[in-house]
């Protein structure tokens, strides 16, 4: 096989079948089964063993000669609709061996209904231009199918036994972090972190959603002044160029360009919303083309949030003094804030209180969506995130305390629980963020010397299943070990999982993302410091990948989206210029978007819309969900600041061949390539014969093609015509060779396996009797 890439198969416990069954008649996108071929069946013919291998068995007889087909149960098929014993007819194929006609058109399996996949075979690949009416990149796409069931660990099919189920099957990509800038606007300073979200209609279907190209949302400054008269900017990638949407610098009202945005649709209408905050601490929102929507009276406005906190399909604005009604910006209810100004207590949304309403969390409190108070803990803190970290079902609450200038550098987890007196438990306290290391590398009397910890990130950094917790304080970027931190016989410095030195001596309170680029398992981290962005093993904290990336910090982070609409992840981060910082004495400022320069990370979703985003918060699309599904009861979340790839993105085929002689009528070699892994192999796959081992020099015979679509667990038998075989064929003494995928040029498609991809066995044809 030509793969050169690490590939893997991967099993687990057994699945189910989520295809309608033979007598349904279910509609749904997934794709409907019409009826069942026999699974061990190939192309029309059954085979019964014998010396000489398996003889075909055409079944009945076909009237007339099938010139453009196969002849399967007395009726001529062509070759593409050939499903075991039986032949699928109109616009379905064969999948796991049913006809099956394929679901909606998908781009990634998040747009199938549950236990089901994108097939790509069945749709257009991706391209530059195409329908694009605005240009960019067309996006491959597929229809949806129905999964087959998985095996249980370690069991593999057998040729020639009925196939109830196929292994796990996925292809991991090179590992791989070599990322290069794949687009850079650099008019202006930027030091916040940007936001991705679909502004409008780039494929010209007059829908704004997921396939069109995401805008990058951001607010730059000039000089020094990243506390007033921001420019709210626009920007996208078309035709592989950025196109600067629209710029706004309003003169009343002016955009505070160092705090955070949020995006998605707030008022009801087609289309998605821009929220900023002003300099006079108010909340303004634009409509999708940068014009005014509403500007709200003075409350504290850092980190916006966008979320239904009552569930009645209307949007409200959650920031650090208020809840602001979404379509109007009036204010909802007022938060009390402790310690009025931008040091003051961040705000997130959550389900705490499992009552089916979202609330107002803080570090240390929990409003009700009412504004009533459920408690207040009265620990310090600045920013808050919530996971569940013992996996019983319930929230714990991450508070990271750091007053700029004043410090601490602190830890704190607790839940909030109404049956306790005080209604809350803390579950660990004051955790030094600096571990071991000195305050004295960042200088005396600096934010970074004195306090330090941003915005805490919270993924299974180590892959054992319970969240973990990652922050940058000034010195250093740390991960705590989740399952240590509630574990109440852990001393707190044995609370680490790693942490590494960093430079933010600045502000000391920077975020940072994560994200499994190529689809491994294992997390990998995304913080910038004042010098440099680094990409980061998650569960060891060694260094991946490391680029100059000069800022002066707030609270700004890197993160991962996929913003040209490729079907690949990016990582996007601002930068700055304006202080003395220098990389080696580089500078760089603006909006930088990096993606690996061998196209090996994997896909993700193409939105990232506020500081506070946990993916269940926002719809790829930019549309709230009513009742926001709690972020830690989803299976393959419990996180915060991370992004995922689709469920099914990395299935892959699995071919297996098997070799045989054609002993009835002129001699021939017969291959039977099947796959066995979860998604389709287009037609064209190269199928080599040699007599003897091709790694021993072997003697190529011919060289013939697959040709149609092998879908899981379907064959196709694939002939080598072979009228004047050698003594040492026809008599045994040398085995016949068969190699699937032999000597093919390049492909997009990758097996998860390639140790399975030849065979060999005896040309000899028994004698009758």
Request: with cysteine; glycine share 12%; net charge negative.
């Amino acid at each position: 096989a030509t793969d050169t890439a690490t590939a893997t198969a991967t099993e687990s416990a057994s699945g189910t079948d989520t295809g309608t069954s033979a007598s349904g008649t279910d509609s749904d996108s997934a794709g409907t089964t019409t009826t069942t071929g026999t699974a061990s069946d190939s192309v029309g013919t059954t085979a019964s063993e014998s010396d000489s291998g398996p003889v075909p068995d055409m079944g009945p007889a076909c009237e007339e000669t099938c010139e453009d087909g196969v002849c399967v149960g007395g009726v001529c098929c062509s070759q593409d609709q050939v499903c075991g014993d039986i032949c699928c007819e109109g616009d379905a194929v064969c999948s796991f061996l049913q006809c099956v006609i394929p679901g909606a058109t998908c781009i990634d399996a998040s747009e199938c209904p549950e236990g089901s996949y994108c097939e790509y075979t069945l749709g257009e690949p991706g391209s530059m231009g195409g329908d694009m009416c605005e240009g960019g990149y067309m996006p491959a796409t597929g229809k949806c199918l129905p999964s087959p069931p998985e095996c249980e660990e370690g069991v593999i099919p057998e040729e020639g036994e009925e196939i109830t189920c196929l292994p796990a099957c996925e292809y991991i990509p090179e590992n791989s972090f070599n990322p290069e800038l794949k687009y850079h606007w650099n008019k202006a300073s930027v030091m916040m972190p940007p936001i991705v979200v679909q502004l409008d209609d780039d494929n010209c279907d007059e829908v704004v959603d997921e396939r069109d190209i995401p805008e990058i949302v951001f607010m730059s400054f000039a000089g020094g002044a990243y506390n007033t008269n921001g420019t709210l900017y626009a920007i996208s990638i078309v035709g592989g160029e950025i196109v600067e949407k629209f710029a706004i610098n309003p003169q009343t009202d002016r955009l505070w360009a160092g705090r955070a945005l949020a995006a998605g649709n707030i008022d009801g209408q087609p289309g998605n919303e821009i929220v900023a905050c002003t300099d006079t601490n108010k909340v303004r929102a634009f409509n999708a083309d940068g014009s005014d929507l509403w500007i709200s009276g003075a409350v504290l406005c850092d980190m916006p949030s966008i979320a239904d906190f009552d569930g009645d399909g209307e949007v409200e604005v959650l920031v650090q003094g208020a809840l602001l009604d979404g379509k109007t910006g009036a204010t909802k209810v007022p938060i009390p804030v402790v310690g009025p100004s931008w040091w003051s207590e961040k705000t997130i949304a959550a389900d705490v209180d499992a009552d089916g309403l979202l609330d107002v969390v803080t570090p240390t409190r929990i409003f009700n969506s009412a504004g009533g108070l459920l408690v207040d803990t009265k620990l310090g803190g600045t920013f808050p995130a919530v996971a569940d970290f013992d996996l019983d079902g319930k929230p714990e609450i991450v508070a990271i305390y750091n007053v700029h200038g004043q410090g601490p550098h602190h830890l704190h987890i607790w839940r909030y629980d109404p049956n306790l007196p005080n209604k809350f438990e803390v579950i660990r306290a004051n955790v030094d963020i600096n571990g071991a290391l000195p305050p004295s590398l960042c200088a005396p009397g600096s934010a970074g010397n004195i306090g330090g910890g941003g915005p805490p990130t919270i993924a299974d950094f180590n892959g054992d299943g319970v969240p973990d917790v990652g922050v940058a304080g000034g010195i250093g970027y740390a991960v705590f070990d989740g399952s240590k931190l509630v574990d109440p016989n852990v001393a707190n410095l044995d609370t680490f999982l790693w942490i590494k030195q960093t430079q933010d001596c600045s502000s000391a309170f920077t975020g940072s993302s994560v994200f499994d680029f190529n689809g491994d398992g294992q997390d990998e981290v995304v913080y910038a410091d004042e010098i440099y962005m680094r990409i980061y093993n998650g569960s060891t904290g060694d260094v991946l990948a490391q680029v100059c990336n000069t800022s002066g910090t707030l609270h700004e982070y890197p993160l991962v989206a996929d913003v040209d609409n490729d079907g690949q992840a990016d990582i996007v981060v601002a930068s700055n210029d304006y202080s003395g910082l220098n990389c080696g004495g580089v500078k760089t400022r603006g909006i930088r978007v990096f993606g690996d320069a061998n196209d090996q990370w994997v896909r993700t979703r193409r939105i990232w819309n506020q500081h506070a985003y946990h993916v269940t918060n926002i719809n790829e699309d930019g549309s709230v969900p009513a009742m926001e599904q709690p972020n830690w009861s989803v299976p393959g979340l419990n996180n915060f600041r991370q992004n995922v790839q689709p469920e099914g993105e990395l299935s892959a085929p699995d071919l297996v061949v098997r070799v045989f002689p054609r002993c009835v009528g002129d001699y021939g070699l017969v291959a039977r390539v099947r796959n066995l892994g979860q998604a389709a192999v287009p037609a064209g796959v190269v199928v080599g014969f040699y007599e003897g081992d091709p790694q021993m020099g072997g003697v190529l015979l011919g060289q013939e093609v697959t040709t149609k679509d092998l879908y899981p667990a379907e064959a196709e038998d694939v002939i080598l015509d072979l009228p004047n075989p050698s003594d040492a064929i026809k008599d045994g003494l040398v085995d016949v060779y068969v190699v699937a995928d032999d000597g093919m040029p390049d492909h997009p498609w990758h097996e998860c396996r390639t140790d399975n991809n030849s065979d060999h066995a005896t040309g000899k044809c028994a004698l009758p009797g």
